[in-house]
């Protein structure tokens, strides 16, 4: 089995308070964007917390998926790492876009054992106002 993968750590801010506050919708946006990478779902678990928050995982068979919200802040925190070679990026985008996420820090790390002659870790910042996006990459290692 290939050792290799993508991990995305990422930080978006100034998203939907509501939607950040809704388990369900999370967990339905997350199981949508697992089945369009057509990966296998193991087991999901969301809690809501109160007054406000939700934090979220989906196990999926090459990693997971996770979310942990704070509507009070507009933010949320994403955590996707699978080992395999599908494009993510397509759909971070649009869970980006459906959190209504004004800017995100997307942190993207190759991992596993054939990474030598790769970029480790890319920082991409990505601003969204109204239909204008702009992405900006930065190198680190």
């Known amino acids: 089995m290939d050792t290799n993968g993508q991990h995305f750590v990422i930080d978006a801010f100034e998203c939907q308070n509501d939607m950040l506050n809704n388990a369900k919708e999370l967990e339905d946006l997350l199981t949508r964007a697992i089945n369009q990478l057509e990966m296998e779902i193991l087991s999901s678990h969301f809690h809501s ?6 934090t979220g995982i989906i196990g999926i068979s090459t990693s997971h998926f996770s979310i942990h919200t704070w509507p009070e802040h507009g933010y949320a925190a994403l955590d996707i790492y699978t080992c395999g070679d599908q494009n993510i990026w397509p759909v971070l985008r649009e869970i980006l876009l459906i959190l209504q996420a004004g800017r995100s820090d997307v942190y993207e790390i190759c991992r596993g054992e054939n990474i030598n002659n790769n970029v480790t870790l890319r920082k991409f ?17």
């Open 125 to 141: 910042t990505l601003t969204v106002n109204g239909t204008n996006e702009e992405i900006i990459e930065s190198n680190v290692f």
């Open 49 to 54: 917390f109160f007054p406000q928050g939700v």
